[in-house]
Structures are given as C-alpha cells and as structure tokens.
C-alpha cells in the first residue's frame, strides 16, 4: 500500500512538473542561415529577397554577424545582437532593446514584456514614439519552409505603439486671373500637434538544433486598424556547427 501510495506521488509530480526548458544555443563562428523574405507593404507593394547571416565572432555579451543579399558581390552589412538574437539600438545616446523574440530559457507559457520611447523617430510626421510588446510562448507546431519541415517552439507577440505628432504648417500659392493682370494668393493652415496609435503583430518558430528562428511574421497595422506592412522570413538553407 506504501509503495502505491508513493508511485501515485512520482506519478502526479511528473503531471505537474514544467516542460523541459530551452536553454540559449551554442551559437559559433561559421554559423549560417539564408532566409527568403517577403515584404509587402501599402505604399511600395510586394518584394521578395534573399539573404544571408552569417556569425563573424561570439563574445560574452553579443553575436557579431553579417547580413548580405545571396549571391552578391557587394560587401556585407556588419551587425550585432545579443547572446538571444534581441536587436539593439541606439536610442537617445543609449544602447536599447527593440526586438527580443527569445527570452532563455524558454519554455511553453513563458511571458516577458518589452517596451521603449524614442523622440524624433525615423518617421518625421511623429514627434515621439511608444512601443509595447508582450511575447508569450505558445507551444510547439510542426511548420514547413523552403529548409524542409521542422518541429518549432512558437512565440507570438501582441504590441501596440503610440505616436505624438509634430505639428505642421501647410501653404497653399495660387494664382487668379481678371481684367487687371494675375493676382497670387497665399493660404497657410496650421495643424496642431496630437497622437494616434496602432498595433503590431509577430510570431517566430524557433528550433534548438538550427540555433534561430526558421520562420518569422512581423506586422503592422495603422491607426485605423489597416496593416501597413507585412515581413514573413522563412529559412532556405543552414550550415551550424555541433
């Protein structure tokens, strides 16, 4: 009865014991991936590329790498990351956090939350912008890209960013004809600063043995609720080292 009693206990602990962690890979130097991306967005329509990473060096802290279209002679595009593929950059004089799909050790409904400020971004109509990310992981799922069919982890991220907008002045010149000769006339309406805000979306389904992700989905979506723009990245070929 006491060996029954104490099978049903290993039993119901091996219930409730946590799935197995995901550790952070043992990325090398030679390490390569070739992804097919498709870009499709509402201004410039749909492209589609493909490109090479390839690690240069690890340090303690960071992944160097390089990032070239396939097949081109040109020199490569020099990058770093950290040691779980987060991107940097330098917002305000400091380096920040604006992408971090993995978060070790990884493991299903594992959560973390990424957000930052950055004043005077690219997008010159906005004064300032806020994002938030909320990642989670969600399972494992079986994906196919042009690498071959893979066992993935899937983390899917929910975001949304806010934006102050500059305030802007536009002129309006025209010219008006009569009896007397050409007259000009000049209008000018200023639009007062305010905010709009949107959302973002992306999943990435990352497998140990490659060491990265072997397909990836970022979207973003306008205030009024339209996407924008779409990237889907899927792993053509590898070359890791054991």
């Known amino acids: 009865?006491?060996?029954?009693?104490?099978?049903?206990?290993?039993?119901?602990?091996?219930?409730?014991?946590?799935?197995?962690?995901?550790?952070?890979?043992?990325?090398?130097?030679g390490?390569?991936?070739?992804?097919?991306?498709?870009?499709?967005?509402?201004?410039?329509?749909?492209?589609?590329t493909?490109?090479?990473?390839?690690?240069?060096?690890?340090?303690?802290?960071?992944?160097?790498?390089?990032v070239q279209p396939n097949g081109s002679t040109q020199p490569p595009k020099e990058l770093f990351a950290g040691l779980d593929w987060s991107r940097i950059r330098d917002i305000g004089g400091q380096e920040t956090v604006v992408n971090k799909p993995l978060s070790f050790?990884?493991?299903v409904g594992k959560t973390w939350k990424l957000e930052y400020t950055e004043d005077h971004p690219s997008n010159k109509q906005h004064r300032s912008e806020k994002w938030t990310h909320q990642f989670t992981v969600i399972g494992y799922e079986t994906v196919e890209v042009p690498a071959g069919k893979f066992k993935a982890l899937k983390i899917e991220c929910e975001g949304h960013w806010t934006a102050e907008i500059e305030p802007t002045k536009t002129v309006v010149q025209g010219a008006q004809t009569n009896a007397e000769g050409v007259s000009m006339s000049t209008q000018v309406a200023n639009s007062a600063a305010g905010a709009k805000s949107?959302?973002?979306?992306?999943?990435?389904?990352?497998?140990?043995?490659?060491?990265?992700?072997?397909?990836?989905?970022?979207?973003?979506?306008?205030?009024?609720?339209?996407r924008t723009e779409s990237y889907t990245g899927e792993l053509a070929s590898f070359e890791v080292n054991p």
Do not use: C, H
């Open 105 to 107: 050790p990884l493991n």
């Open 31 to 48: 390490d390569s991936w070739t992804y097919q991306t498709t870009t499709e967005k509402t201004t410039s329509g749909w492209a589609q």
């Open 1 to 29: 009865m006491k060996a029954l009693f104490l099978q049903l206990l290993l039993i119901s602990a091996a219930m409730a014991a946590p799935v197995d962690n995901v550790n952070a890979p043992a990325v090398k130097e």
């Open 50 to 66: 493909r490109d090479v990473f390839k690690v240069t060096r690890v340090t303690s802290s960071s992944i160097y790498f390089t």
């Open 198 to 226: 949107g959302r973002t979306y992306k999943a990435f389904w990352y497998v140990p043995s490659i060491k990265r992700w072997v397909k990836s989905v970022e979207e973003y979506y306008s205030s009024g609720g339209v």
